[in-house]
């Protein structure tokens, strides 16, 4: 009887490379001429989010893009942001939240699951574990042609694959 083996379909943030490049957009941010002089910032609003303020809704939104060409260079998916779609006028100054999502919702494992048993409806077996769904075969060669068609589906969240046996 040959073993089974599994691997683990995760959503999870590196929150040190998130931390370095939201550093880094903090220093551009205080260096660029285009943002001198408009009061731009990034910083952590919580353990779940970061806020962008400006002066203007435009420097809001361009401070936005310099944040996200800063996580593609740190190989952070953009499907982990969840930023909102007008900044927040405060006073003067406009407030931009962006929202940090990981892990994967019950829908979203469901939708995940459903997508592999439609593919492989016999010998593959997809459970869903609190945030994350292990997914397990006899074949190895399952697996991996599993992990391919996942990464090719055009899913709202970022997905890793884990612990693969």
């Given amino acids: 009887m040959a073993a089974e083996s599994s691997f683990d379909v995760v959503s999870k ?9 939201l550093n880094q957009t903090a220093k551009e941010l205080s260096q660029r001429f285009d943002f001198k002089g408009t009061g731009s910032s990034i910083a952590w609003s ?9 002066n203007s809704e435009g420097r809001a939104k361009a401070a936005l ?12 998916s953009l499907k ?8 927040r006028v405060s006073g003067k100054e406009y407030r931009l939240p962006i929202a940090l999502k990981e892990g994967i ?7 995940i699951s ?8 016999k010998g593959v ?3 869903v574990q609190g945030d994350e769904l292990r997914v397990s075969s006899k074949k190895k060669d399952e ?11 055009d899913l709202d969240i970022a997905l890793q694959f884990v612990n693969f046996r």
């Fill in 46 to 54: 919580g353990e779940q989010g970061v806020e962008i303020k400006a």
């Fill in 125 to 127: 077996k997809a459970q």
């Fill in 65 to 76: 893009e310099v944040f996200k060409e800063k996580l593609i260079k740190r190989n952070v």
């Fill in 105 to 111: 919702s019950t829908e979203d494992a469901k939708k």
């Fill in 143 to 153: 697996l991996q042609a599993i992990i391919a068609m996942l990464k090719e589906k």
């Fill in 80 to 87: 982990a942001i969840d930023p909102a779609d007008e900044p």
């Fill in 13 to 21: 943030l590196d929150r040190q490379e998130v931390d370095n490049a």
């Fill in 114 to 121: 459903k997508i592999v048993r439609d593919a492989y409806p």
